[in-house]
């Protein structure tokens, strides 16, 4: 999978999930790995944190240059990021009295990919249905 902003490669990865690997995961995961799972999503839940996760997919940013790229306070962002870090998604580090946020964990990068392209194909499929009817 290659992710492209601005004419920058950002991730070349190739992710394989097999057949197999879905069925063990629907037969093997246990409730409280349910609730993991769940808790993941709620994280993406909200379009703030998805904002966050845009710009810093771009490379790790300040608190304040995250700010003005998505327009919200500072004590909006801080509190999405501290989420954020709490729940291994992003990782920071100090540099004075800047401090600098990354993305962590790639796999929310693919899960956010994934379900965009599904809304789109989705509403794609929506479109043409709704163009048919209206020819008929």
Same mark, same amino acid.
């Given at each position: 999978?290659?992710?492209?902003? !601005?004419?920058?490669?950002?991730?070349?990865? #190739?992710? $394989?999930? #097999?057949?197999?690997? @879905?069925?063990?995961?629907?037969?093997?995961?246990?409730?409280?790995?349910?609730?993991?799972?769940?808790?993941?999503?709620?994280?993406?839940?909200?379009?703030?944190?998805?904002?966050? =996760?845009?710009? =810093?997919?771009?490379?790790? +940013? #300040?608190?304040?240059?995250?700010?003005?790229?998505?327009?919200? #306070?500072?004590?909006?962002?801080?509190? +999405? =990021?501290? &989420?954020? +870090?709490?729940?291994?998604? @992003?990782?920071?580090?100090?540099?004075? &009295?800047?401090?600098?946020?990354?993305?962590?964990?790639? !796999?929310?990068?693919?899960?956010?990919? =994934? !379900?965009?392209? !599904?809304?789109?194909?989705? &509403?794609?499929?929506?479109?043409?249905?709704?163009?048919?009817?209206? $020819?008929?």
């Amino acid at each position: 999978m290659i992710i492209r902003s !601005s004419n920058k490669v950002i991730m070349n990865k #190739t992710v $394989t999930i #097999t057949e197999e690997e @879905v069925k063990k995961w629907n037969l093997n995961m246990p409730d409280e790995m349910l609730e993991a799972v769940a808790n993941r999503f709620k994280l993406l839940s909200e379009p703030m944190r998805l904002k966050i =996760l845009r710009v =810093l997919c771009e490379r790790e +940013h #300040t608190v304040q240059e995250i700010v003005n790229k998505v327009n919200a #306070t500072q004590a909006n962002i801080s509190k +999405h =990021l501290a &989420l954020l +870090h709490d729940n291994g998604i @992003v990782n920071r580090r100090k540099e004075g &009295l800047k401090c600098y946020y990354r993305i962590a964990d790639d !796999s929310i990068i693919y899960s956010c990919y =994934l !379900s965009s392209r !599904s809304v789109v194909e989705n &509403l794609q499929d929506r479109l043409n249905w709704l163009q048919k009817v209206n $020819t008929k």
